[in-house]
C-alpha cells in the first residue's frame, strides 16, 4: 500500500525552464512533508519541508506547495539549472507517531537539458 | 556538519552468509534508520530506533535484525543473506523536535550497495 506516491518516475526540463514534481498522498494523519534530493552513489540530502499548517513555502529557487484538501504537493524550481538532475523523492510524516517515521515516496528522476 | 558514515560502500556476499552493516553518526542523533532503496520502489524503512537498545520494526523488517548498543552506531544484520537483498542500504539519523521544524530533518550516509549472489 503505496502511501506516498509519485507517479512521474522521470521529468526532462529545458534549462532556465520551470520544473515541477508532483506528489500525491493518501494518509490524512501525515503533517509534515519533505523533499529530498539525491545523486546516484551518494544519500539523499534534505531540500525543503513543509508543515501541513502552511499551503507554502520557499526557499530560493524551490517553492513547496501544499493542497491538503486534494492531498498534492508539489516542488517548483525555478530556473532550472543543470545541477538539478537528480532523483527527487518526496516524503510525509505524522505527529502521533512522534514523526520519527517517514513514508517515502517511489522518487522522480529529473533531468535538465542544457 | 552533520556526517553519517556507513562502513562499506559496495559489499558482495555469497547467499547464505551473515552480513553486517554497519552505521555511524557524529551529531549525538538520538533516532536512527535503516532503508533500502529499489527501483520503483523508493525509499523503505526496515528498522529504526529511537534511542540505545530501543529499536521499532518498520515496513520490512523480515529477514533482518538491528542492533544500537552506542548512540552513536547503529547496525543492519543479514541473518542469513538472500538474493532479493541485494540492494542499495541507507542509514539516517536524527535528533527529535518539533513538529514542523528543522530536527525532523533526517541525515542520510552515502549507501552500501550489497549484491548478494
Known amino acids: 500500500d503505496q502511501q506516498v506516491k509519485q507517479n512521474s518516475p522521470s521529468l526532462s526540463v529545458q534549462e532556465g525552464r520551470i520544473s515541477i514534481l508532483n506528489c500525491d498522498y493518501t494518509n490524512s494523519m501525515f503533517d509534515y512533508f519533505l523533499w529530498y534530493k539525491k545523486y546516484p552513489a551518494e544519500g539523499p540530502t534534505f531540500l525543503i519541508s513543509?508543515?501541513?499548517?502552511?499551503d507554502k513555502n520557499e526557499d530560493g529557487r524551490f517553492t513547496v506547495f501544499l493542497n491538503k484538501s486534494a492531498k498534492h504537493l508539489s516542488l517548483h524550481i525555478v530556473p532550472s539549472q543543470p545541477g538539478d538532475s537528480a532523483v527527487y523523492f518526496c516524503?510525509?510524516?505524522?505527529?502521533?507517531?512522534?514523526?520519527?517515521?517517514?513514508?517515502f515516496g517511489t522518487g522522480t528522476r529529473l533531468t535538465i537539458i542544457p | 556538519d552533520v556526517k553519517v558514515t556507513q562502513s562499506s560502500r559496495y559489499l558482495v556476499k555469497r547467499t547464505g552468509e551473515k552480513v553486517f552493516l554497519e552505521c555511524v553518526q557524529d551529531m549525538d542523533h538520538e533516532n536512527m534508520f535503516w532503508y533500502r532503496q529499489d527501483p520503483g520502489l523508493g525509499l523503505r524503512l526496515i528498522y529504526f530506533?529511537?534511542?540505545?537498545?530501543?529499536?521499532e520494526k518498520g515496513d520490512i523488517p523480515e529477514g533482518y535484525s538491528v542492533s544500537r548498543e552506542k548512540k552513536e552506531r547503529f547496525s543492519l544484520i543479514l541473518e542469513s543473506a538472500s538474493t532479493n537483498q541485494t540492494s542499495m542500504y541507507l542509514c539516517?539519523?536524527?535528533?527529535?523536535?518539533?513538529?514542523?521544524?528543522?530536527?525532523?530533518?533526517?541525515?542520510f550516509g552515502p549507501g552500501t550497495r550489497l549484491t548478494v549472489l
Open positions: 539516517a539519523s536524527r535528533t527529535p523536535g518539533l513538529a514542523g521544524g528543522p530536527t525532523d530533518t533526517q541525515y
Open positions: 530506533s529511537y534511542d540505545v537498545k530501543m529499536k
Open positions: 513543509i508543515s501541513s499548517i502552511k
Open positions: 516524503a510525509a510524516s505524522a505527529k502521533n507517531f512522534g514523526n520519527e517515521k517517514l513514508t
